[in-house]
């Protein structure tokens, strides 16, 4: 038998094995999401997702320190509003003086590098727990009304010194809107990442346990993507392309590597993916139990992302990459 192929040639060492992998992760590929909780001193750890926290500015501050210094590049904050500052109107979400327009002055202050990136949606601050204002007598989640106010915050934190806003809230047409306040206020280097393909996802729990903003009513399905879908998705893609998004995200990230594969053929901006909080869970708690490594596991998981497709990766995992897993 004459064999003239052999692809075990390029598996026999591990020089070989590293001259011909085609992905690598790199700790500038990652942002790492963190919790800034009002009210509040020192940290807490979030019961569904051992080992992240949420922190109070003091801590948040010590934490950016850690990552900056791990060679973390970007962060992206989320608020986790006291239930007597929401309502209907969630009208914190553009108080000039409220808990996170302070803290991305102050990572921008001591960290001027290092990248903030801030959440547009109303559900932290919604008593609805909705990403967009819910009409009182039908329960419909109003679009074009939720657009006035997600400019207002976008434009808010551009002020504040946000260097990238992500739009987490699936209206329609919010990237364009967004955009245009930007410009006209002035921010026009003020980057956007589009949270382009979010869908109704089941792994989000977690998160909505850490900033206890799980819709009172209903679910999210009628703006959030049916996870059916992926021709949807190119929808999403081709809007946020016209409305002028300058990175588009794909999440979840596991479950959706096929949507990440298909955003990296049909577009030529940056591609981001969201390692989301039931991902997270899932990992840790089979980790917890010695069922699996978590190391190995979390980065053949994030490996997986980026040869889909994804050239940067929200994950909770960020700093435990950039610490341990990363060679
Ligand atoms: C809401 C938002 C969610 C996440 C980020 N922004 C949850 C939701 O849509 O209910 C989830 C992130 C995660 O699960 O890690 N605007």
Known sequence: MEILSRNRRLRQSDAI???VRETAINASDLIAPLFLKEDFIGKEEITSMPGIYRYDLKSLMQEVLELDQLGIKCVSLFPVIDENKKNPRALESINPAGIYQVAIKEIKNSFPEMLVMTDVALDPYSSDGHDGLVDSKTGKILNDETLEILCQMAVLQAASGSD???PSDMMDNRVGAIRKALESAGYKDTL???YTAKYASNFY???RDALNSAPKKGDKKTYQMDYGNSREALRELQNDEREGADIVMVKPGLA???IIKLFSEHTC???AAYNVSGEYAMVKAAAQKGWIDEK??????LTAFKRAGASMILTYFAKDLAKH???
């Open 192 to 194: 956007i990442m589009s």
């Open 269 to 271: 901006l940056p591609i």
């Open 256 to 258: 959706y590597l096929d």
């Open 296 to 301: 190995k596991i979390v980065h053949e998981i």
């Open 205 to 207: 729990g977690p998160f």
């Open 325 to 327: 897993i990363i060679e």
């Open 17 to 19: 094995r590293q001259m």
């Open 164 to 166: 990238i806003i992500g």
